[in-house]
């Protein structure tokens, strides 16, 4: 193996073996760049040390597992944590794994031409404990697979690349979860949990088994530039998940999917309550999203660890069953509230606005029917749509009223087939002001015009600035 050296031209490496003259010795096995091609890119941290997947090993033939070759890889890399990092690269190819486990102070780098394939052989793939704030599987009750690409207890961690692929080869699951012959829950594409300074960027991620991204108990998280692509009738493909994390922001990323673009998540029932971690500090912006079935944006419909200060401006929905959804039910307590949405661009919606208080869909019989969410705080402005449906289906809990929703600034072009009940509100409450068609009696529009609150301040990690790495 050559030892690892840092290279800042390193893309397209030959292999050179020098054979000496009358000697015959070996000399050097190593590797000689090709000069002209230098790619830069934008991450929290730039590493001292970096790798190419092949010196381990790695066949990027479609065919041949790489699992070992990304673990011993990432064991290697893993001992300069403390000098300065490392980076490895996944060079053009089509290169075969099962799940691997990331390390801190690493970036995973994939060139624009490499394509990671999960592998569809099950016995690959880990099995991983069911996580605490949800009590079983989504799919099934028992443990579940670890995701392909997976972290826990991490810190600073680099998921990015030139527009380089990362396919899950999900047929294989959605087929064996449509005819219900999974014992396990699916795996996810890529999970990062308890960890924190984590960056997804600059990937092409498609056909995930379940949710594509989901970060899970951790903190300061930038997803940028990210294309997420899925049939819009496959199983749970949600794009992103933040679930129970603080401080994250999602931006500039393009999804189509057949479940929720981007799912606002902290735990289920009982489970979740226990855990007690909401999802805060949360900005998502630049989103484009396509999901005939699904939102742009849930917030739940698992809250029960709470959800607060999301953000959310300039996010476009074509083709899309609602732009933000609250999901939640009887049972899952806590609260969703502050939340902020600035700049709608919608076309072809079933419903502008969605509030749902009887989503159901309990992880068992154990949850507390006294444990009411606490819905309010929602504040909409400055939307344009076309060719809805239903403006709005707003549908609170009798006796725990979603309260203090503010809709503002709203032009809303009703299609051919529209409804003729265009605002469907029942234990809701809040104003509205400039908003067409008329709404609903129970969010009254003002006298005097005004627009709904959105946050003045960034949030921290709106501050957090990129480094310029070279590979
Ligand atoms: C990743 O780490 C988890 C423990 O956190 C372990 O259960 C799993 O087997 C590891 N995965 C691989 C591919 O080694
Ligand atoms: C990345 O690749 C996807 C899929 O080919 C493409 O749709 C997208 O436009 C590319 N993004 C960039 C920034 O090149
Ligand atoms: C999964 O459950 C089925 C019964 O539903 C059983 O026949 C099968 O052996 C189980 N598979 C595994 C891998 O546990
Ligand atoms: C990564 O994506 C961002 C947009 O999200 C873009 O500005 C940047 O140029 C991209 N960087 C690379 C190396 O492709
Ligand atoms: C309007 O929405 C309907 C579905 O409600 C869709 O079939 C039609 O193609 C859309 N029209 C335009 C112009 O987007
Ligand atoms: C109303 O919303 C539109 C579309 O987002 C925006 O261009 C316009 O500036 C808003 N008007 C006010 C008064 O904020
Ligand atoms: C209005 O909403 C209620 C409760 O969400 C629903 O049961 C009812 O069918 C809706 N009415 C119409 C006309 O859509």
């Not at 992103?240 to 479940?259: A, F, H």
Request: aromatic fraction near 8%.
């Amino acid at each position: 193996m050559c030892p690892t050296l840092r290279s800042s031209y390193v893309i397209d490496m030959i292999s050179i073996v020098l054979i000496l003259g009358s000697l015959g010795v070996r000399v050097a096995e190593c590797r000689v760049a090709r000069n002209s091609e230098t790619t830069a890119f934008s991450a929290l941290n730039c590493r001292k040390h970096s790798a190419v997947l092949t010196e381990f090993g790695g066949v990027g033939d479609g065919k041949t597992s790489n699992t070992k070759a990304f673990a011993n890889a990432i064991s290697k890399l893993s001992q300069f944590a403390s000098d300065g990092g490392a980076q490895l690269v996944v060079p053009a190819g089509r290169w075969l794994t099962g799940p691997f486990n990331l390390t801190s102070h690493f970036t995973l780098f994939l060139n624009r031409d490499a394509v990671i394939l999960a592998s569809q052989d099950e016995s690959e793939w880990p099995q991983l404990p069911v996580l605490p704030s949800y009590g079983r599987g989504r799919d099934a009750p028992g443990g579940r697979f670890s995701s392909l690409i997976f972290g826990t207890h991490l810190t600073d961690v680099v998921i990015t690349g030139d527009n380089g692929t990362i396919d899950g080869q999900g047929s294989y699951w959605w087929v064996k979860f449509r005819q219900q012959q999974l014992n396990l829950t699916r795996p996810y594409l890529i999970e990062i949990m308890n960890s924190n300074q984590i960056q997804i960027s600059n990937l092409t991620l498609v056909n995930s088994p379940s949710w594509f991204v989901h970060p899970i108990y951790s903190s300061d998280i930038i997803i940028q530039g990210l294309t997420i692509l899925a049939p819009v009738d496959s199983p749970n493909t949600d794009g992103i998940d933040p679930d129970s994390c603080s401080n994250i922001r999602i931006e500039d990323t393009y999804i189509v999917s057949g479940d929720d673009c981007v799912a606002v998540k902290s735990g289920w029932d009982e489970y979740g309550i226990k855990v007690g971690i909401p999802t805060q500090h949360l900005i998502i912006r630049r989103l484009t999203c396509i999901s005939p079935d699904s939102a742009m944006i849930a917030l739940g419909s698992e809250m029960s660890g709470g959800i607060q200060d999301v953000r959310a401006e300039d996010i476009t929905a074509i083709n899309t069953q609602s732009a933000v959804r609250i999901k939640t039910a009887v049972g899952r307590g806590a609260y969703v509230k502050d939340i902020f949405v600035k700049g709608m661009n919608l076309n072809t919606m079933k419903y502008v606005f969605w509030m749902t208080g009887s989503y159901g869909s309990h992880p068992d019989p154990g949850f507390n029917p006294k444990a009411l969410p606490s819905i309010t705080g929602i504040n909409y402005r400055d939307v344009v749509a076309k060719n809805v449906t239903y403006s709005a289906r707003l549908d609170g809990i009798s006796n725990d009223p979603f309260t203090g929703i503010c809709i503002s600034n709203v032009s809303i072009e009703v299609s051919e087939a529209k409804k003729k009940l265009q605002w469907n509100c029942t234990d809701v409450a809040g104003v509205t002001s400039n908003v067409i068609p008329e709404p609903c009696a129970l969010l009254p529009e003002k006298n005097v015009k005004f627009d709904c609150p959105y946050p003045q301040d960034k949030l921290p990690i709106e501050n957090v600035q990129l480094k310029t790495c070279n590979l």
